[in-house]
């Protein structure tokens, strides 16, 4: 990927399929203050390890002006379990608390530059970029985190103070791209990450 959004720039506007049913687009959310949007998946140990962490500082920012946007933009041929219908089945097994939106075409994850599943993007009230990267230190494995990076950014953003750290390396699994381009790893490249 030669391209990820910046600290700074601007929230690209999408409209994207949600498992409700409906559509989404970035103005969609305009009556939150702060915005996180997040690629992710079904299938990835790093998005599964770490779902309930991102649950629970979804939860406790929610109060604050805070809401979260989950993308899935892994291709269905490279990787069945991450399709539409298995991201339906999952949000009404679990009932996160965010939107889960699907980008068949994968252009979002191409625009945002999305690396990893999760790979984490913070907007602020003008929808400029504040922080990219990894949710928490140990996505795999919660029981050995010992930095919530989410938690950290959205207690600073949520108070008005400066994001000390803008930008870390996503943990976790390649985004599976659809046929064996450039950007593209087999599925089995998860567990290498």
């Known amino acids: 990927m030669s391209f990820t959004l910046e600290p700074g720039q601007k929230a690209i506007d999408f409209r994207l399929p949600s498992t409700e049913g409906t559509e989404y687009s970035l103005s969609d959310f305009n009556d939150y203050p702060y915005l996180v949007i997040f690629f992710t998946c079904n299938h990835c140990p790093y998005v599964i390890g770490s779902d309930e962490v991102t649950r629970a500082t ?7 002006g805070v809401t ?3 993308i899935n933009s892994n291709s269905e041929h490279t990787y069945p379990e991450d399709s539409f219908p298995n991201m339906v089945e999952r949000m009404k097994k679990y ?6 939106l ?6 979002i994850a191409m625009k945002y530059g999305a690396l990893r599943t999760p790979h984490f993007y913070v907007f602020n ?3 400029e970029l504040v922080y990219t990267g990894r949710g ?5 494995d919660t029981s050995r985190m010992t930095i919530n990076n989410m938690d950290i950014v959205l207690g600073e953003l949520t108070s008005g103070k400066p994001v000390t750290v803008a930008k870390t390396n996503p943990i976790g699994c390649n985004v599976k ?3 064996k381009d450039a950007h593209w790893m087999p599925p089995e490249a998860c567990d290498l990450v």
């Open 58 to 64: 979804a939860e406790k920012y929610s109060s604050s």
């Open 125 to 127: 009230e003008k929808r």
């Open 102 to 107: 699907y980008d068949r075409d994968q252009s």
């Open 177 to 179: 791209w659809e046929g």
């Open 136 to 140: 928490v230190d140990s996505p795999r």
């Open 95 to 100: 009932k996160f608390p965010w939107k889960y």
């Open 68 to 70: 979260f946007v989950g």
